[in-house]
């Protein structure tokens, strides 16, 4: 790019700006619970079940025992790190299946021993194995959570995933179930996750690209900078002063479980777009962090806490974005990839705050200013995710039942090779020579109105044609031969 046309671009970047938002603003997603496969179930209940266990450790292990000078929940979080890490690397997509027996078996002789031993080093050992077991089950489950789901089922895994989080926290601060309650509760778990990961069948995944392009997606990028500030920023509220208080974390979770619910409602009732809830995080952490400079017994350190459980519609999406990305883009040396990357950065989340947590005033500004700042750099990334994530031409698949439906109709588009055109642009020209309506081209690809209006602009620019007649004039006699028109869908 010369210095005129990068010039002209960056004093039209307002404008794309504002473009992008309000069209982002305009999307409308809609996801169905009938697209639930009951033939998928294991692969539905894998990951959520063996993550859960990330997120509850410090309430089921309660140890004072140590090991090289490791507290119990440090030494846990590790294992579940190390476990997942080591296992799951030295597999590969032939042995997926077998290594996520494996993981379960590891995970079952780990907790039978905890379970049988008195509390002790030997015991703490055993929860350790278990973990590290349970590890390498969450992220085997999360590669049947990307690669074998469709996106129904994986908004609702997250929403599962999310929902359980939330409980956890209101068990937290209200000690709902007993010690012996939980221990059957985690037998229980395991047992689910066992089944799950006993069910995989290697050929679910045959479709799983052995290679990728070179380089990464924009795509994926952009996905990892919201997954990844999202973990940054939601670490840091128990590092302050005040926020574990039993009464607050109940609270916390009892607002989380409803973001959770309101999330359902957003995406699956009312249609709303993804980078909508996005937004919804970053406000509501940006907003929890501001009041809670207020007094601990005041009213707006109360709605700070509140706000704060709004923060579980970012750990939602953030999965949830994770495994559509990787299903439309990656393959397993991707998802190896990213799940590398993942852990380490999930343990530095973790250190950077406890750092910090001597200084309580340095600790809270750090909160504030990174929420902030990370909202501030989405906000002016608005362009990217539009260009490359929600408003992409593979982004419709957002409102499809699976991200390569889409491959059906543009299988009846031959004729379109090497005319430039995207895939999604072959498929609505593909429905216009068989005489569906706009309105009928937005039922079929289930898809906004308005969406389609936009993908037939690009098309007959890119054509050179004024509109339909001009595109029956050059494509519909090979093409109508096989093609009646629909009925108008009820």
Not at 8 to 32: G, I
Not at 427 to 439: N, V
Not at 450 to 478: C, Q, S
Request: proline share 4%; net charge positive.
């Amino acid at each position: 790019m010369c210095m005129k046309e990068r010039t002209a671009s960056n004093r039209n970047y307002p404008s794309r700006l504002l473009s992008s938002v309000v069209r982002l603003l305009n999307v409308q997603e809609t996801l169905h619970f009938r697209n639930i496969r009951l033939s998928h179930l294991q692969y539905f209940f894998a990951f959520p079940l063996a993550i859960i266990f990330a997120n509850i450790q410090e309430v089921l292990f309660i140890s004072d025992y140590s090991l090289f000078g490791l507290d119990a929940v440090t030494l846990l979080s590790g294992s579940y790190c190390v476990g997942a890490g080591i296992l799951f690397m030295l597999s590969n997509k032939k042995i997926i299946s077998a290594i996520s027996k494996l993981s379960a078996d590891i995970a079952a002789t780990g907790l039978l021993f905890w379970l049988l031993l008195p509390a002790g080093t030997a015991s703490l050992g055993f929860a350790m194995l278990f973990m590290a077991g349970i590890g390498c089950c969450a992220v085997s489950g999360g590669y049947a959570y990307a690669f074998a789901l469709n996106n129904t089922e994986r908004f609702l895994g997250a929403v599962l995933i999310s929902l359980f989080y939330g409980l956890t926290k209101i068990h937290a601060g209200s000690s709902l179930f007993s010690p012996t309650g939980l221990r059957i509760f985690m037998v229980l778990l395991v047992a689910g996750i066992a089944i799950s990961l006993a069910l995989y069948r290697t050929k679910d995944f045959e479709h799983v690209q052995n290679r990728r392009e070179k380089g990464l997606s924009p795509a994926v990028w952009l996905m990892m900078y919201f997954f990844i500030s999202m973990y940054f920023i939601e670490r840091f509220f128990t590092y302050i002063p005040g926020t574990t208080e039993p009464s607050l974390v109940l609270l916390s979770g009892v607002f989380g479980v409803i973001s959770v619910l309101l999330c359902i409602v957003l995406q699956m009732f009312l249609s709303q777009s993804v980078w909508m809830m996005c937004n919804l995080f970053f406000i509501a952490m940006v907003g929890s962090y501001a009041l809670m400079y207020a007094p601990p017994s005041s009213l707006l350190y109360t709605i700070a806490v509140s706000l704060h459980g709004l923060q579980l519609i970012g750990y939602l999406v953030g999965l949830y974005l994770l495994g559509c990305v990787l299903n439309k883009f990656g393959d397993f040396r991707l998802f190896k990839l990213i799940a590398t990357v993942i852990m380490p950065i999930s343990v530095l989340a973790y250190l950077v705050p406890d750092l910090l947590k001597g200084m309580p005033p340095v600790l809270h500004a750090t909160a504030m200013a990174a929420s902030a700042i990370l909202f501030i750099i989405f906000i002016l990334l608005t362009p990217s995710y539009s260009k490359h994530l929600f408003l992409a031409d593979w982004s419709d698949d957002f409102r499809r039942p699976t991200m390569s439906e889409a491959q059906k109709q543009i299988a009846q588009a031959d004729q379109f090779d090497n005319l430039n055109l995207t895939p999604r642009e072959k498929e609505i020209a593909a429905l216009l020579l068989r005489g569906f309506t706009i309105k009928q081209i937005a039922v079929e690809l289930d898809i906004a109105f308005d969406t389609v209006k936009y993908h037939m602009k690009n098309l007959y620019k890119k054509l050179g044609i004024g509109g339909r007649p001009e595109l029956f004039a050059r494509f519909a006699i090979p093409m109508k031969k096989n093609c009646e028109k629909p009925s108008i869908p009820q």
